[in-house]
């Protein structure tokens, strides 16, 4: 099957700084990648939908300029958090889509910003 | 806006019962709708996709329908067993692939 890695799995930054965190597919080529953020006990909540070769499509509410997306590949995508604060800190996971509606997803980013 | 709704939010059973997990959704205008698993602090495992023409889908032990017409999806887990206990989201897809989440049921399965 599809499998999405991600790293790192866990980061620990101090507020100010910047972290970026790959997501990639390792055994397929992925054009499309989304971000997701979950805060303890929540669940899920898009953040954008990853394009290879074109920006990012952010949702409603998720600043783009703080968030920002790169998708330079067909096997990865980059989310980085720019300067970073404890409201930030929170569980990141990415999905690759495959074929026309599957999404695969990765085992997460757990980001504690001090 | 799709609202995507998970009752129980908890679920505690002794071993071998059957466990029901309820999901409703708001926008009966869906492409498909997934269930998953996710263990805690890990990321998700998907179980059934079940598309927007289809009734039902089964595998192995999980069983989940779907009524579009009055948004409600259920899924349905056979002879419970200890291995099972995990939170358990259901996601409705929509245009470009976007998938609105509901909050989960953390299921205990006691042995």
């Known amino acids: 099957g599809a499998v999405v890695s991600q790293h790192p799995s866990w980061v620990i930054c101090k507020s100010g700084t910047s972290v970026k965190i790959e997501c990639r597919s390792l055994d397929f080529q992925a054009t499309t990648m989304f971000w997701y953020r979950q805060f303890p006990k929540q669940s899920l909540m898009l953040m954008a939908t990853?394009?290879?070769?074109?920006?990012?499509?952010?949702e409603q509410g998720v600043e783009k300029d703080k968030f920002l997306i790169n998708h330079a590949s067909l096997t990865l995508s980059t989310l980085t958090v720019t300067s970073a604060h404890p409201e930030d800190s929170s569980f990141y996971i990415c999905s690759a889509l495959v074929g026309n509606y599957e999404q695969y997803f990765g085992p997460g980013t757990r980001l504690t910003v001090t | 806006k799709q609202e995507v709704t998970q009752i129980p939010a908890a679920l505690s059973v002794p071993e071998g019962e059957n466990l029901v997990l309820n999901c409703s959704f708001t926008d009966s205008a869906i492409y498909n709708l997934q269930w998953f698993r996710q263990d805690p602090g890990k990321g998700l495992t998907s179980l059934l996709l079940?598309?927007?023409?289809?009734r039902e889908q089964t595998s192995g032990r999980l069983n989940a329908s779907l009524d579009k017409s009055s948004g409600r999806s259920t899924l349905y887990i056979a002879a419970s067993q200890p291995g099972d206990s995990a939170t358990y989201l259901c996601a409705v897809g929509a245009a470009g692939n976007k998938l609105t989440f509901g909050g989960g049921t953390r299921v205990l399965v006691k042995p």
């Open positions: 990853s394009n290879e070769g074109s920006k990012a499509t952010y």
């Open positions: 079940i598309q927007s023409s289809q």
